[in-house]
Nanobody, 126 residues
Framework: QVHLVESGGDLVKAGGSLSLSCAASGRFFRINDMGWYRQAPGKQRELVAIISDNGAKRSADAVKDRFTISRDNAKNTVYLQMNNLKPEDTAVYYC????????????????????WGQGTLVTVSS
């Protein structure tokens, strides 16, 4: 099993910056994609940014010029640098990982397993 622990959420003024981190631990063969999602009050959870194990990135249009996702594979950790924060960025930010189990190493089609973190609250005041 894989366990994700997020940190970095805080209260910040509009225009400010925050850095989130999410560390994966547990028993696994490989972590594939890692990403950040967010859920604002009364809204559905949405993708913020995702990064593959080889570094390919994809970000939502709303954050593309302000947020940067990065990853340290040696530490199984993904980061989200958020600059020029806006009140509409206020949400609970969830870390997500797609991983492969050691039990599936010899499988022709190993399962893509998914795990979520507990979430970290980012509040941006105007």
């Amino acid at each position: 099993q894989v366990h994700l622990v997020e940190s970095g959420g805080d209260l910040v003024k509009a225009g400010g910056s925050l850095s989130l981190s999410c560390a994966a631990s547990g028993r696994f063969f490989r972590i594939n994609d890692m990403g950040w999602y967010r859920q604002a009050p009364g809204k559905q959870r949405e993708l913020v940014a995702i990064i593959s194990d080889n570094g390919a990135k994809r970000s939502a249009d709303a954050v593309k010029d302000r947020f940067t996702i990065s990853r340290d594979n040696a530490k199984n950790t993904v980061y989200l640098q958020m600059n020029n924060l806006k009140p509409e960025d206020t949400a609970v930010y969830y870390c997500n990982a797609i991983w492969m189990s050691i039990d599936d190493i010899r499988q022709t089609k190993p399962r893509n397993l998914e795990v979520w973190g507990q979430g970290t609250l980012v509040t941006v005041s105007s």
